[in-house]
């Protein structure tokens, strides 16, 4: 779908997104942002009930200026949210762990996002089945078409939420270890062990329909 | 170290830690949580400030009946939390994407821990050296000896915060799409594509001594 994007602010979006330690690693651009949020497939939402924060796992996408995630109209998490309480919707996703030559200078390769805000469900089960279709092709492009269509029922029974990304930021870590200068001599092996989360061989269900071949796109699939 | 454990409750701890969605996908045994716990390596925090709720991804590793995170001092984050304010802190380890033959039945397979509570810091010099060591040592197992020791003001520069899995439930989805049934005889491909975080390739610092070979402890780390 095409990318509306939204404008890239030239710096933090409010004071409580601006990242205060290590702010060379903080991003507030658009492009940083929507490339990081398409990249993952997993947020973490963050919720209060009661004063009692929650951290909930989820399945997400984005489109335009908004990240989108759905489930059980009777999940407890989205009861809350659709209240318009405040969120906080964070993507990680983990690139390599940073072995320096001090236990102090170790440290993780990661791009993350952080988005406040508040909910709005998706109203309209048209416009629910349109964003639905949109989060199916970005998990597996061609899927969709293939599958049996939705029945008003299980429409009804997702709700959709989604949240401007009006408020995000992002940050940032690459590149290898940053030592102390005289450490750099130390017989110590420094360096990044990447890590990325990987796709493996497709596990076809023991009740498949005998000659039915693995879907190509499913070669295709981003997972962070 | 050895593991003392937690006795394992035969329900859940709480009524808000209990899986009330899908109940059977629910866990409170401690050796659940542990391994669970003791495959990831970032959690997500969350906390609230002035009503906003935050969540912060952030190492962390488990010793006995207890979870620990670090971070620098200055940390906003670990300021606020060690404050003694309620604490959500969920890891969660994408095992996989459950293709079914509608779109109503995808789902994700994962391994989820949820635990809520308080931080403490952990007081005293040598404490904090000691479960620092603990947490390179889950990282890179026998690193630690090899490294520049912690210097008295890198040990200063950095808090440590502990909180009980005394309130903790874990939630596991495994195994393949559960279709509807007529819709098992439909020509479309079900399954699962496995997912999983994956270590690579070691990248030598650049300004690694020559001759300074890989070390074998870092074909061993363990990331989800």
């Known amino acids: 779908m095409p990318d509306t994007g939204h ?3 030239a710096k933090a979006p409010s004071a409580r997104t601006r990242v205060k330690r290590l702010p060379a690693r903080g991003h507030y651009d658009g492009a940083t942002i929507n490339a990081i949020l398409d990249a993952g497939l997993i947020c973490h939402v963050g919720y209060v009930i009661d004063g009692q924060p929650y951290v909930t ?3 997400y996408w984005r489109e335009g200026d908004r990240v989108y995630w ?3 109209s009777a999940s407890r998490m989205l009861r809350q949210i ?3 309480i405040p969120v906080c919707l964070t993507v990680s996703l983990l690139d390599g762990i940073v072995l320096a030559r001090s236990g102090f200078h170790h440290s993780l390769n990661y791009r993350a996002v952080m988005a406040l805000g508040t909910a709005e469900t998706v109203e309209g089960d048209r416009a629910k089945l ?3 279709e949109a ?3 970005r998990l597996a492009p061609g899927r969709w078409r293939e599958l049996r269509p939705p029945t008003a029922q299980e429409v009804k029974a997702t709700t959709v939420l989604h949240m401007s990304l009006n408020e995000a930021s992002a940050k940032i870590r690459t590149g290898g270890p940053i030592d102390d200068e005289p450490d750099y001599a130390l017989p110590i092996w420094a360096g990044v062990l990447p890590i ?3 796709t493996g061989v497709p596990e076809a269900d023991p009740r498949l329909t005998p000659g039915i071949p693995v879907p190509d796109y499913l070669q295709n699939v981003s997972v962070g």
Request: proline share 14%; no cysteine; aromatic share 4%.
């Open 70 to 72: 759905h489930g059980s």
């Open 82 to 84: 659709k209240g318009g």
């Open 196 to 198: 990325r989360l990987a």
């Open 130 to 132: 349109a964003v639905l």
């Open 135 to 137: 989060f199916s092709e």
């Open 7 to 9: 404008a890239p602010p």
């Open 57 to 59: 796992p989820t399945a």
